[in-house]
Nanobody, 121 residues
Framework: QVHLVESGGGLVQPGGSLRLSCAAS????????MGWYRQAPGKQRELVAA???????NYADSVKGRFTISRDNAKNTVYLQMNSLKPEDTAVYYC???????????????WGQGTQVTVSS
């Protein structure tokens, strides 16, 4: 079991910045990837950024150069630094953890409750 708690969302003006945090607890040693997804009204949930246990990162094209995903292993926390925010970034942002369960031979997805990011003038 992995428990994820997001924080840091809010209302910002276009061009502003926010930093999202996701604190993980539970079976964190088996997490091989964590990331941020977002879901805007009427849209499918989409990957924003992800970071593997080895430190490799992946970003959606729409956020490259603006968003940075990082992690603090001591705090079991992953961050998403969002700069140059656009109205199109408005969405509920969900923290995701992918956990490998060896006895099942499967990876499982865990989700936080989401944090609202609104970019508006």
């Amino acid at each position: 079991q992995v428990h994820l708690v997001e924080s840091g969302g809010g209302l910002v003006q276009p061009g502003g910045s926010l930093r999202l945090s996701c604190a993980a607890s539970g079976s964190i040693s088996s997490i091989y990837e964590m990331g941020w997804y977002r879901q805007a009204p009427g849209k499918q949930r989409e990957l924003v950024a992800a970071i593997t246990s080895g430190g490799s990162t992946n970003y959606a094209d729409s956020v490259k150069g603006r968003f940075t995903i990082s992690r603090d292993n001591a705090k079991n926390t992953v961050y998403l630094q969002m700069n140059s925010l656009k109205p199109e970034d408005t969405a509920v942002y969900y923290c995701n953890a992918k956990r490998w369960v060896a006895v099942m031979g499967e990876g499982l997805d865990y989700w936080g409750q989401g944090t609202q990011v609104t970019v508006s003038s």
